[in-house]
């Protein structure tokens, strides 16, 4: 399955309940003004790409997240090319 596609339909699925997420996934907001969210596998924190982006969202944020969630600061269109890119290696 195309990671776009999959993250689109989680963001359909947050319409269903916020807080419902698939065991082995975790939810991540992105977006630079309007947050999106975001619910991807969990193995995607060991790749470097992504850890890059939480020692950014610790350096932004420290342990205290606006939205609840983990947020990452960067578009939400980089953030999907990001996990497609990901999806890939």
Do not use: W
Request: proline letters at 4%; glycine letters at 6%.
């Amino acid at each position: 399955m195309a990671i776009r596609k999959m993250l689109r339909r989680s963001l359909s699925s947050e319409r269903r309940s916020a807080s419902e997420v698939p065991k082995g996934h975790l939810a991540v907001y992105a977006g630079e003004n309007e947050k999106k969210r975001f619910v991807i596998p969990v193995a995607y924190l060991n790749h470097p790409s992504f850890q890059e982006l939480l020692f950014q969202a610790e350096e932004e944020f420290g342990f205290h997240h606006p939205m609840g969630g983990l947020t990452i600061r960067c578009s939400a269109d980089l953030f999907i090319d990001l996990m497609s890119q990901m999806s890939i290696a």
